[in-house]
């Protein structure tokens, strides 16, 4: 159990699984002891728009709302998401973000939000290109936010063990999407 609380915000559009994160950073961090509070909030989540959730852990955890300056980690699951959430970081924010972008008409380029990130993050940005893995190795992009979490705990940006993480694979994911998930994870161990 973790003495001080850790706040994460998961950002993405709907599709990517930003829920079912969610739901497995909430079990991983029960079955390490610690109590959990999150939250959804949800654009037009069904139609591709935004959606963000909130999950803090630690010893006591009083509101699932993790406040702008408050986020110790931040995964964004698409490009455009994670630069709109750099208003909600703070000094020590890390920023685990997908290098996939879904563009639409008005947006941004890919390269102009890319700079974007870069210059506003600099070194607390980790930009990894989880899509483009998870298709080449696993032939499924969706599986990208699993990656992403795995990328997480592997490399330490998240105080939750690895085994913790994927017992919770276990209990969240439906049987017949498990092995592709759990492949995904242990992916992200090696770098790949």
């Known amino acids: ?34 109590d959990v509070k999150s939250s959804e909030l949800h654009g037009l989540s069904q139609r591709g ?16 709302l993790v406040f702008n300056g408050q986020a110790d980690l931040i995964i964004g699951l698409e490009m455009l998401e994670g630069l709109r959430a750099v208003y909600r970081a703070s000094a020590k924010t890390k920023f685990l973000v997908n290098d996939h972008f879904m563009p639409f008409i008005g947006s941004l380029t890919k390269e102009d939000i890319s700079n974007k990130l870069k210059n506003n993050l600099k ?53 017949k999407y498990l092995e592709l998930n759990k492949k995904a994870f242990l992916l992200s161990k090696n770098g790949k």
């Open 49 to 64: 728009g935004s959606v963000e959730t909130h999950v803090k852990f630690g010893e006591k955890v009083y509101s699932p």
């Open 1 to 34: 159990m973790l003495k001080n609380n850790f706040n994460i915000i998961i950002t993405g559009v709907g599709g990517q699984g930003v829920v079912t994160l969610l739901s497995i950073l909430d079990q991983a961090a029960l079955i390490e002891g610690n």
């Open 123 to 175: 070194d607390k940005l980790f930009l990894v290109p989880a899509s483009e893995i998870c298709t080449k190795e696993l032939g499924n992009e969706v599986v990208s936010g699993i990656y992403l979490l795995g990328y997480a705990s592997f490399n330490n940006l998240i105080p939750l063990r690895p085994e913790s993480i994927e017992r919770a694979i276990e209990k969240i994911v439906p049987g």
